[in-house]
């Protein structure tokens, strides 16, 4: 029995072997590890690829959260609204940069921030909202920037899992103040390392950014501000160039094995990913919901395919975050999603005979049990 993992990036890693090894030899020869012509030729592709004007290289997602909060003021006794179904990151950046995390539930459907929760969660200490385009598909933007814009409030997009994802035919990224990307290396564009980028379309924004990322420095050695060190490195970025060539066909790849997905188990009685209107969906996962969310893991499992939750305990019940006062319950739809989800294997080099197999043993599970 062939074992299918959820994620195979050794799989990716064969189909451009020869591309990475010559521009990782070209680095090493250079003998210019750190913010160099790889970097900045990177963040000139990237800004593209997103249809902004800046792109700024990072060591992480959570930096480039990080700096993008910072870049912003926000601070001591400033909150942001965000959400609790999401990587632990998003929060944990909300708090290095000393605001307040204030968490409203999500839409069910879209399993992203739920714009009709805003005005309860507003108060005079609101500085920004900071929604997560989960699993490749982008959030509410249209409802969430019109209460941004009514409030004046900062708009952050989360773009660690949408890189490529649209609204209305323009790329995540653009649309709010400033956005962060992770290249974690199983993210749809991953270096082989860590990596991140925060993207804008805001001149200042950019400047501050770039700043932080490297002491504060305004040139070298001078620090106009506070600043850290997360720089991205010039082996990550060489990476991310050849990568990022051809993150458009690992896209449309993983659309057209999400198509298969959703062919093959339409009438299963499980509740599939839906596409909101104006949106394409770049498929970071292909998420299913279903009651025996367990049952099904195990049964996949015993037959060599491996599934993974995300996530499986939210930000608010987890024991770190116990401080910020939300009890069990207080938000359901969060709560009920991560009883519920269950993200089948999805990468580009996942076979559709492979995919069709997987959905034979769902519906295999779904005729022996009933109310799953
Ligand atoms: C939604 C989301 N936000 C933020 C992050 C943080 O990115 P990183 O792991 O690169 O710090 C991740 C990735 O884990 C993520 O999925």
Known sequence: MEIIPPINLKAQYETIRAEIEAAVAAVFARGVFILDQETEAFEREFAAFCGVSHAIGVDSGTSALHLALRACGIGPGDEVISVAHTAVATIAAIEMSAARPVLVDIDPQRMTLDPSRLEQALTSRTRAILPVHLYGCPADLDAILAFARAHNLFVIEDCAQAHGATWRGQPV????????????????????GDGGAIVTNNTALAEKVRQLRQYGWKERYISESKGFNCRLDELQAAILRIKLRHLPAWNTQRQELAALYDQLLAGSGLILPTIPIDTTHVYHQYVIKLEKRDHLREFLSKNGIHSLVHYPVPVHLQPAYQDLGYATGSLPN???????????PLYPELSHENAARICEKILEFAKLNTNF
Request: glycine share 12%; no cysteine; proline share 3%.
């Open 334 to 344: 969060t709560e009920q999603a991560a009883l519920q989800v269950l993200s089948l």
């Open 173 to 192: 990224g653009g649309w709010g103040d400033i956005a962060a990307f992770s290249f974690y290396p199983t993210k749809n564009l991953g270096a082989y």
